[in-house]
């Protein structure tokens, strides 16, 4: 595992592994190196540490591809018949399921068979190759495991559910029990957004398009800001921040650079009226609550899509 993503949909499949006395290595391949990205959700989650760590000193993509699939052949050839378990569509499932396919290990892929056909996206080029390496796939959903027969992949495949909704049901009690962020939200009907994709965030002009949308919005908007995409932000980006300091309705509050860790934002989800907004997939199924996906495609058929972008 390597992103913050990764460990929370992989923490129930730890669990479960701990639960039946499974032998199992827990590796983090430093994608995400920040402590609030990565490290931060292991030790709130209550996950074991991990075995091997690699360290990447490289910061270009491709680079940091090549130094985990060295550091990850060295923890994993001396190891008897193992099961290379990845999850998701990061370069880091990428990197680890070359490895394992060159050493001839049974790679399992969780998560397989989402598809957004946006062949723009990184994460579609990784989640097709991981698809047609991996020996064992296990598909959230019957649509997943369509797309999977009909591109003909080679391994077996299983429909299991999504883990994020175990993640979700396992962590939401936590969230509700450690989490402060309720007593700063004074709304009781807000729309909880999220936003960090690059077609989002790193255009100015959409950028600035999604946040007027939300000074906009008829609801109160709470939004946890990702440390990193907003750090360098624009005069433009500014005056949209400007207009939302000095909005009446929403008080008096300025943007929030600092990361506040996901059992924060599954609390806020769990409290919020039923409507949320983020990136990446749709609504994954067994969410109860409404949603949009701020996105030209997404990878779950469920919840809905809207644009904001210029043209």
Request: proline share 5%; charged share 25%; with cysteine.
């Amino acid at each position: 595992m390597g992103t913050r993503p990764e460990i929370i949909k992989q923490a129930p499949v730890i669990e479960e592994a701990k639960r039946q006395g499974l032998d199992f290595l827990f590796v983090t391949t430093g994608q995400h190196y920040d402590y609030g990205l990565c490290t931060r959700f292991i030790d709130e989650m209550g996950l074991p540490p991990p075995d091997y760590s690699i360290h990447l000193v490289k910061r270009d993509p491709v680079e940091q591809m090549g130094e985990m699939m060295v550091g990850l052949k060295k923890i994993v050839e001396g190891e008897r018949d193992p099961l290379l378990l990845v999850e998701g569509d990061t370069n880091t499932v990428a990197a680890s399921a070359i490895v394992g396919r060159k050493l001839s290990l049974t790679v399992g892929h969780v998560e397989a068979g989402l598809r957004s056909f946006d062949w723009r996206m990184p994460e579609e080029h990784n989640r097709i190759m991981v698809d047609h390496l991996a020996d064992i796939l296990f598909a959230p959903t019957e649509p997943s495991r369509q797309n999977l027969l009909r591109e003909r992949v080679h391994g077996n495949i299983h429909v299991t559910g999504n883990t994020i909704i175990d993640a979700a049901i396992r962590n939401t009690p936590l969230a509700v029990k450690q989490s402060k962020i309720r007593n700063r939200i004074r709304f009781e009907k807000y729309v909880l957004a999220t936003a960090h994709r690059a077609e989002n965030v790193d255009d100015a002009a959409v950028l600035v398009n999604l946040v007027e949308a939300m000074i906009d919005s008829p609801l109160p908007v709470v939004f946890p800001v990702h440390p990193i995409r907003f750090l360098s932000s624009t005069e433009e980006l500014q005056s949209s921040y400007n207009r939302l300091r000095g909005d009446s309705r929403r008080g008096n509050g300025s943007p929030n650079t600092k990361t506040r860790a996901r059992s924060q934002s599954v609390n806020g989800k769990a409290r919020s009226s039923k409507i949320w907004i983020r990136e990446g997939s749709g609504r994954p199924e067994g969410f109860n609550t409404s949603g949009n996906t701020l996105r030209y495609s997404a990878e779950q058929s469920s919840g809905g899509e809207v644009s904001l972008w210029r043209r």
